[in-house]
């Protein structure tokens, strides 16, 4: 009888547990995807970036004689039409670590189980999975460095290899198709121009790793914060989906640290706050919606998305380049630079004083990359009410850091046509991805700044000082 192997965050055959443990049982196996809930739960970006995910994943399939089968609903609902239609006896996948996918992947088990049908899952979201590390006293880790530490007295498996030819089944189930799903269809006209600066499949994920393994990684730890040249591995949005595994990079770097390149520890321990921030959210569910520090649900922060100053934010027309410049960056490629997320969460959180809640939104609708573990993490670093956090009162000042990150400007020049006489392809490719309704246009005058910075700063300091008197 065929297996069903269930694809979720994991759109690879490489490195894909689930997949072997169905090949060893020698029988035919039907790959499928489920449009649940939670996917139509996805913001705009991360749904369309899905689709092309899934548009790849179904012709790697293909090549090795398989096939992806797609169907929309429950998931109950949808395996038992399946296992009904096809006789199979036994789902297979690997395992997801938030809540809500637990909490889903919980039932599914006991429900198959129920009725007879073998359910298995596998591990390889994570470096680690997150239940096999805690302190010396068996609690989980609030703070990066120890958890690094003890990350690394792990054993993290080696890659599976990616297997030639699947066994197929006698008869097909019938799939729906792709582009009736019509994911990310909230992109509006965006889509387009983000087509042109993704690149998308396991393939793409495997060339980029080999490239940066041997091009950019000596360079990694003294570029990977200058925004405005491309010193990262730029993986995140494959490893977000599972189109790489974190296990294929360790062991690809790992490699390079025997052979002595000096760019390797800097990046692995990169990769561990991917862990890290799937470690937080396993131990802790509502990472994405409450404050990590309950207090802080007291900080007077400005709890509405709609005033001036936060729409400012959005359409990057703060008057605060650096910050401008990571907000279009992420219109047009749908992901930003590290440090640029930084000043970007900085900036709305302090400066802005808005909840760090309609910040951790916004980039939840527009990153390509967008993972929920990373995304509630790094928002509450940056806000102050995380684990681990950086304290409040340490604001970054926008213009000390473009001093210090983008000293020729090259990132901003990059970014905000309105600062140029002669703007960049890039600059005026953010008109084409902006919506319409923002009215913008590269021959506006740049903006002068919504709130001045040392009026922001004090601003912010006044209301954590009123804050901590009061805590
Ligand atoms: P590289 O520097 O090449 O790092 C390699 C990989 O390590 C990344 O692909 C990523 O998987 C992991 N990694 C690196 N830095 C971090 C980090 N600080 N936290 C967690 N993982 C990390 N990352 C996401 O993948 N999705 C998100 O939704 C996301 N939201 C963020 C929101 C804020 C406010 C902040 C401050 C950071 C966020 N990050 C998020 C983390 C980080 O910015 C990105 O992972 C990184 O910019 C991706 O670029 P890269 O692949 O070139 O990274």
Redesign the pocket.
Same mark, same amino acid.
């Given at each position: 009888a065929p297996i069903l192997l269930w694809f979720r965050r994991d759109l690879r055959l490489h490195d894909n547990a689930a997949l072997q443990a169905a090949l060893q049982t020698g029988r035919p196996l039907i790959p499928i995807f489920i449009r649940d809930g939670l996917i139509e739960n996805l913001g705009a970006a991360p749904s369309w970036r899905l689709g092309q995910g899934l548009d790849a994943l179904s012709g790697r399939l293909g090549d090795v004689g398989g096939r992806l089968v797609l169907r929309s609903g429950p998931v109950m609902t949808v395996l038992k039409a399946l296992i009904a239609e096809t006789g199979a006896t036994s789902v297979m996948w690997n395992r997801l670590h938030d809540p809500a996918a637990r909490a889903r992947d919980e039932v599914v088990k006991q429900s198959l189980k129920a009725l007879g049908i073998e359910a298995r899952s596998f591990s390889g979201q994570y470096l680690v999975d997150p239940w096999q590390i805690a302190t010396g006293a068996g609690t989980p880790f609030r703070v990066f460095t120890p958890f690094w530490r003890a990350l690394q007295q792990q054993e993290i498996p080696a890659p599976l290899s990616a297997p030639t030819r699947l066994p197929a089944p006698e008869v097909w189930p019938e799939s729906e198709a792709l582009e009736a799903w019509a994911l990310g269809r909230a992109m509006q006209r965006g889509a387009a121009v983000l087509e042109r600066h993704v690149r998308v499949g396991e393939a793409a994920a495997l060339d980029r790793l080999s490239e940066?393994r041997h091009d950019?990684l000596a360079a990694?730890p003294d570029r990977?914060d200058i925004p405005g040249a491309p010193? =990262?591995?730029?993986? %995140?949005?494959?490893?977000?989906l599972g189109e790489i595994s974190?296990r294929q990079?360790w062991h690809a770097i790992m490699a390079e640290e025997a052979a002595g390149n000096s760019g390797a520890s800097a990046?692995l321990r990169?990769?561990?706050?991917?862990d890290?921030?799937g470690h937080l959210l396993f131990h802790d569910g509502a990472l994405p919606d409450r404050c990590w520090r309950p207090e802080w649900e007291d900080f007077p922060w400005n709890r509405s998305g709609d005033t001036p100053e936060v729409l400012a934010w959005k359409q990057g027309r703060t008057g605060v380049p650096f910050v401008d410049a990571a907000m279009r960056e992420m219109q047009v490629t749908g =992901? /930003?630079?590290?440090r640029a997320? /930084?000043i970007?969460?900085s900036y709305l959180t302090k400066h802005l004083l808005t909840d760090w809640r309609i910040?951790?939104r916004w980039?939840?609708e527009h990153?390509v990359?967008?993972? +929920? +573990? %990373?995304? +509630?993490?790094?928002?509450q670093?940056?806000a102050g009410c995380g684990p681990d956090a950086s304290p409040y009162f340490r604001i970054f000042n926008p213009e000390t850091q473009k001093q210090k990150f983008d000293p020729q400007g090259q990132y901003t020049t990059a970014w905000i046509a309105e600062m140029s006489p002669d703007p960049s392809p890039l600059a005026l490719e953010v008109f084409e991805a902006l919506p319409r309704s923002w009215n913008m246009s590269p021959e506006d005058a740049y903006p002068d700044p919504v709130v001045g910075l040392p009026e922001g700063r004090a601003r912010a300091l006044a209301a954590y000082e009123s804050f901590r008197d009061r805590s």
């Open positions: 940066f950019g990694y990977r010193g =990262t591995s730029r993986l %995140s949005a494959a490893l977000s974190p990079c990046f990169q990769l561990a706050w991917r890290f921030a =992901t /930003m630079h590290n997320r /930084m970007a969460a910040g951790e980039f939840a990153l990359d967008f993972d +929920a +573990a %990373s995304n +509630a993490m790094g928002w670093w940056v």
